[in-house]
């Protein structure tokens, strides 16, 4: 079956390290997506994009960023990481651009950074 | 400033009865929506959704009512059920746009036995 994976789904991390967090689909997705979900806020778009080489930048995008080198995965990197991005992250992905279209989500990864 | 709300951070319904979960947007661009249902320790799952040119949509026990001159949505459960239980996420977009989807805060929706 087609799924979604992300890792760790844990991570604990010093203030001003550099972090990867890695996002696995195998629907064959154009489109991912990275989202952070914080108390309040909901799920926020950090990051998007529609195809191989291919980077968008969302409503939370500072601190953050991404690369596309091949259809499955869209690795979030957090360049030195801070306190404020003490979240639980999620990748998604969907089939096409509509936004008719199903967005198919991660299990998540808790990022405790201290 | 949060363009979508779900001013209810939870609401306990009896099994068996209805449960409606509400939804507020300020975007007035907006023409499509959505909700998700999340279990803990689980990613987003969608449920249902809504685009503009229809003020109802019906999925089983699930119903989601638009009314765009409020510029309010609300999820309908009938009958609830145990399962039920989990944080459900309104969500906005605006397909002539950028096409990203904005999302709400949540509501703990607990039903119980």
């Known amino acids: 079956d087609a799924e979604i994976t992300q890792s760790p789904r844990h991570k604990i991390t010093e203030t001003g390290r550099q972090v990867t967090l890695a996002c696995h689909q195998t629907?064959?997705?154009?489109?991912m997506f990275w989202y952070r979900q914080d108390l309040g806020h909901g799920l926020r778009l950090i990051h998007y994009?529609?195809?191989?080489?291919?980077?968008n930048k969302g409503e939370v995008s500072d601190g953050y960023s991404v690369s596309r080198s091949n259809t499955e995965d869209l690795p979030l990197t957090l360049e030195s990481a801070a306190s404020s991005q003490t979240s639980v992250y999620f990748c998604a992905s969907s089939e096409s651009r509509s936004l008719f279209d199903e967005q198919y989500f991660g299990p998540g990864t808790r990022l405790t950074v201290t | 400033d949060q363009q979508v709300k779900q001013n209810s951070p939870s609401l306990s319904v009896q099994e068996g009865r209805i449960s409606i979960l509400n939804c507020d947007y300020t975007?007035?661009?907006?023409?499509?929506f959505l909700w998700y249902k999340k279990y803990p320790a689980e990613g987003p799952t969608f449920l249902i959704s809504?685009?503009?040119?229809?003020d109802k949509n019906e999925d089983g026990r699930f119903t989601v009512f638009l009314n765009k001159s409020a510029k309010h949505l609300s999820l309908h459960i009938v009958p609830s059920q145990p399962g039920d239980s989990a944080v459900y996420f309104c969500?906005?977009?605006?397909?002539?746009?950028?096409?990203?989807?904005?999302f709400g805060s949540g509501t703990q929706l607990t039903v119980l036995p």
């Open positions: 994009s529609y195809g191989v080489q291919d980077t």
């Open positions: 975007n007035s661009m907006f023409d499509y």
């Open positions: 629907w064959n997705h154009n489109n």
């Open positions: 969500a906005a977009g605006a397909s002539g746009s950028a096409r990203q989807l904005t």
């Open positions: 809504i685009s503009s040119i229809k």
